[in-house]
């Protein structure tokens, strides 16, 4: 039995859980998602849990026990507290913007770069190099945090560039280091 597809799953008060066949709506304080389950998992509501079934132990139904009660939780976690991913940028002249809900960005380039916030994605800038990624997707806050740290991924020579909070970079010595 899968260990984590077997847990159940707790309903905070607050958040409704709607079984539509294999749709799965969950509606919270912050928001709305929804998520289809794949065709051999079934998802059944008793009181304020959840549980995620699985009907035989082929390996297709086995990879996707986990998987589907993982993505139901996410669903209630975001739904009623969000997720965030910190960053931080580093380098001299290095900054980050606000432009309402868009950023700007000084990364060292001949101009500015803009990103633009999508869909259900807020920015919280806090002094010039630190920056707030905030949603109820967790993929999709991921995924904008990954892309911003694109921009100017962090330079193992220096360390400069835009990286995760708390993110440690493996440094090279570089010419001098013989």
């Not at 998802?43 to 139904?61: A, I, K, Q, W, Y």
């Amino acid at each position: 039995m899968s260990r984590i597809g077997r847990l159940p799953i707790s309903v905070p008060a607050g958040v409704e859980v709607k079984i539509d066949g294999s749709l799965v709506s969950v509606k919270g304080p912050k928001g709305e998602l929804s998520q289809e389950i794949a065709s051999p998992i079934t998802v059944s509501l008793d009181g304020d849990t959840l549980t995620v079934n699985r009907p035989d132990d082929e390996r297709e139904s086995r990879s996707l026990h986990g998987l589907s009660r993982t993505l139901i939780n996410n669903m209630i976690v975001g739904v009623s507290e969000g997720y965030t991913k910190k960053l931080e940028i580093v380098g001299t002249g290095y900054r980050v913007l606000a432009k309402g809900t868009d950023l700007e960005f000084a990364l060292g380039y001949s101009h500015p770069v803009s990103v633009k916030a999508p869909e259900g994605i807020t920015f919280t800038v806090e002094g010039n190099n630190k920056l707030t990624v905030s949603g109820i997707h967790k993929q999709q806050v991921g995924q904008v945090a990954s892309n911003i740290r694109s921009l100017r991924a962090p330079d193992p020579y220096k360390g400069k560039g835009v990286r995760y909070e708390g993110e440690q970079i493996r440094r090279k010595v570089g010419k001098a280091g013989k």
